[in-house]
Structures are given as structure tokens and as C-alpha cells.
């Protein structure tokens, strides 16, 4: 069950691929995550999600668990992004995995420089990334102690 001290999660996806999105929440279902998944499309979206501005309200943007993070977005991406939020001391806590296909070395430390809390690079088998979506479900919904 994806419970925590909160009681239910919510993932929110950040990503410009529609079929990476769908995939994404294919995996977390079949994992047997069965609360609340968002996604926005790139970093402008993001943060209007995250600071409840614009299209999204109180109501309609609420505060996730988890954030699954694509560096390679268009208007603002993944790296702008980060460096808002763990800037933010509102939105500094959320816990951030980038999840990106960049297997470049400065990409990760970059990521981690800005305070990423893990880096994943994306697969490209569908299994294995359901075996990786078990393990970050795992890991920061089930094991880690987050704060309120």
C-alpha cells in the first residue's frame, strides 16, 4: 500500500513526452500504486503547479510526495526547474528524482549540484523500468521518514 505518515502520495511526472508520461503512470499502477498521479509538461507548468498559480488552485494542484523530474523540456527545463525549487524554502523539502535519458556525467553532477535527491537514467525496456518505479516507490514512499 503507498501510505504514508500523509496517508495517500501523489507523483507528480514533469515531462514533455506523452508516451514517457504514459508509461511512467502504466508502471506505477502496475506496481500496484493506486493514489493520485499528475503530470505537467514542461518547467513553466511545473512550478504554476507547484506555487497553485494560474490554471491550477489550491484544490485543483495538490502538494505532491514525490516529483519524477525530465531535464530535457521545453520553455524552462528540468535544471531551471530544480534550481527553483531547491531555491525555494517553501518547495525545498519536496523529495526530486530526475528520471532522463542524458547518461552524460555533467548532467548528474549538475543535477546533484543543484540538490537533486537521486538520478535515474530512463530505460529503454519497459521491465526494467517497472522494476525502477518498485524501487523509488519503495524507497521514498514506503522506507524514507519525510517531513510533514
Do not use: C
Not at 499502477?29 to 507547484?50: A, K, T, W
Not at 498559480?53 to 502538494?63: F, H, L
Not at 527545463?77 to 526530486?96: C, S, Y
Amino acid at each position: 500500500m503507498s501510505t504514508s505518515k500523509f496517508g495517500t502520495a501523489l507523483i507528480l511526472i514533469a515531462d514533455d513526452d506523452a508516451d514517457d508520461r504514459m508509461f511512467l503512470e502504466q508502471a506505477l499502477r502496475q506496481i500496484g500504486f493506486m493514489h493520485d498521479v499528475r503530470s505537467v509538461e514542461d518547467g513553466e507548468e511545473l512550478l504554476d503547479y507547484l506555487h497553485q498559480r494560474r490554471a491550477y488552485t489550491k484544490d485543483t494542484a495538490p502538494r505532491p510526495t514525490l516529483l519524477i523530474l525530465d531535464l530535457n523540456m521545453p520553455r524552462m527545463n528540468g535544471f531551471q526547474a530544480l534550481k527553483e525549487i531547491k531555491d525555494n524554502p517553501e518547495l525545498r523539502r519536496l523529495p526530486v528524482v530526475v528520471m532522463s535519458t542524458s547518461t552524460a556525467d555533467e548532467d548528474i553532477v549538475r543535477s546533484y549540484n543543484l540538490g537533486v535527491n537521486s538520478f535515474v537514467i530512463k530505460p529503454f525496456n519497459y521491465t526494467r523500468l517497472v522494476e525502477i518505479i518498485g524501487a523509488l516507490k519503495t524507497y521514498w514512499l514506503e522506507t524514507v521518514q519525510l517531513p510533514e
